[in-house]
T-cell receptor, first 115, second 118 residues
Framework: AQSVTQPDIHITVSEGASLELRCNYS??????LFWYVQSPGQGLQLLLK??????LVQGIKGFEAEFKRSQSSFNLRKPSVHWSDAAEYFC?????????????FGSGTQLTVLP | EADIYQTPRYLVIGTGKKITLECSQT?????MYWYQQDPGMELHLIHY???????EKGDLSSESTVSRIRTEHFPLTLESARPSHTSQYLC?????????????????FGPGTRLTVL
């Protein structure tokens, strides 16, 4: 079965600093990988996704992520964090069950941005 | 973004009550999903549907039931709510969003229903 690990429960950065959120996955085949962001009281918003091709993917809000097969990782990065980026971030791996895709989520990383 | 809606957004209810959480989407997506998220925890898939009249149980066992009579609706029902059902329930649909040709095979989430059972 697939699994996702986000080793950092909580990260605090200063506004303007760079950010990297870690995600490691376990899956027997090439995974479909996603990063979602959840603001308080809101649903999940898709930041970016990787299906195939270029291992560096660009997302919304200035985020990017790099798929590294050798490390089973899909870390999320942003060169300069804004206060509005404070939220919880979830990494997910998608696998098919029949014709429906099941997403397995990590436990999330809470991001705090200091002024 | 996909247009997917959940009602109510918040619900506080007593033990033993029957409740239905509504989820609807206007994108014509065939695949829909329900996830349960406890505070500070990851999401777990509890139900999904390939299309009308199709429902399947997810990885996490749940006492809830779902139905899919129409493409746009995927309601979740608890026949007798208990405090252990207190959680956030997130609905998602999957398919192409007209405004985004790269949206294939992506799940779009509703805002969630935060359920508290006293």
């Amino acid at each position: 079965a697939q699994s996702v690990t986000q080793p950092d429960i909580h990260i605090t950065v200063s506004e303007g600093a760079s950010l990297e959120l870690r995600c490691n996955y376990s899956y027997g085949a090439t995974p479909y990988l996603f990063w979602y962001v959840q603001s308080p009281g809101q649903g999940l918003q898709l930041l970016l996704k990787y299906f195939s091709g270029d291992t560096l993917v660009q997302g919304i809000k200035g985020f990017e992520a790099e798929f590294k097969r050798s490390q089973s990782s899909f870390n999320l990065r942003k060169p300069s964090v804004h206060w509005s980026d404070a939220a919880e971030y979830f990494c997910a791996v998608g696998v098919y069950s029949g014709s429906a895709r099941q997403l397995t989520f990590g436990s999330g990383t809470q991001l705090t941005v200091l002024p | 973004e996909a247009d997917i809606y959940q009602t109510p957004r918040y619900l506080v209810i007593g033990t033993g009550k029957k409740i239905t959480l509504e989820c609807s989407q206007t994108m014509g997506h065939d695949k829909m999903y329900w996830y349960q998220q406890d505070p500070g925890m990851e999401l777990h898939l509890i139900h999904y549907s390939y299309g009308v009249n199709s429902t399947e149980k997810g990885d996490l066992s749940s006492e809830s039931t779902v139905s899919r009579i129409r493409t746009e609706h995927f309601p979740l029902t608890l026949e007798s709510a208990r405090p252990s059902h207190t959680s956030q329930y997130l609905c998602a649909s999957e398919g192409v969003v007209r405004r985004d040709v790269s949206s294939t095979d992506t799940q779009y989430f509703g805002p969630g229903t935060r359920l508290t059972v006293l």
